[in-house]
């Protein structure tokens, strides 16, 4: 009997432990849950194509499960990037934005995520443009959304309003690749 009882405790141990290494439990941005993961080409349903850009799902520099988005951007386009759209009510109670991006081009890139809380297309002034540089190689882009301000009226970001987000590169110089998976939303401690 007190065989049976050491066994199942650690056979409980063991699986309370693998739940937390698997990220089933909260981590330092609290519960998260899944906004894109690029395994299936439904993924794709809420990107706009512009002219540019080329996205793909790829089996390269996956950081959550097996595939990412691989996109290429080239000039002469000003604004190349992802338009996600369709997100309406999809950001209500996040207050991390947290992506996985991988820099294979061997220098610093400089990124702008953009997000629009408005309808339409709100003027610069009134939509939130975030730059960010990635490093060589994997980085996590960490936007915490209760600091985020837009651009020119200084208004804070309104999560539960968010359209779109763009995330693009400023009059490319030349062609850019880099790898994008693992985008979710974090509720906070």
Not at 22 to 35: D, E, F, H, I, K
Not at 38 to 60: G, I, K, M
Not at 133 to 146: F, Y
Request: charged share 25%; glycine share 8%; net charge positive.
């Amino acid at each position: 009997m007190r065989a049976d009882m050491r066994a199942l405790r650690l056979l409980m141990t063991t699986a309370m432990f693998s739940l937390a290494l698997s990220g089933v439990c909260s981590g330092q941005y609290g519960a998260c849950r899944t906004a894109f993961d690029f395994e299936t080409a439904a993924d794709l349903s809420n990107l706009v194509y512009q002219c540019h850009t080329w996205f793909q799902l790829s089996d390269r520099h996956a950081t959550k499960g097996k595939k990412s988005l691989k996109v290429e951007l080239y000039p002469p386009a000003e604004y190349p990037g992802l338009k996600f759209v369709g997100l309406k009510g999809q950001w209500k109670g996040a207050r991390y934005l947290l992506l996985d991006i991988f820099n294979p081009m061997g220098k610093d890139l400089t990124m702008t995520i953009r997000i629009d809380d408005r309808p339409g297309h709100p003027p610069y002034e009134d939509r939130v443009n975030h730059r960010v540089v990635l490093k060589p190689g994997q980085n996590t882009v960490v936007l915490d959304l209760a600091k985020l301000r837009t651009s020119g009226t200084d208004r804070a970001l309104e999560p539960e309003n968010v359209h779109r987000f763009l995330l693009f590169a400023n009059r490319p110089k030349g062609p850019i690749t880099i790898f994008v998976d693992n985008i979710r939303l974090c509720k906070g401690k």
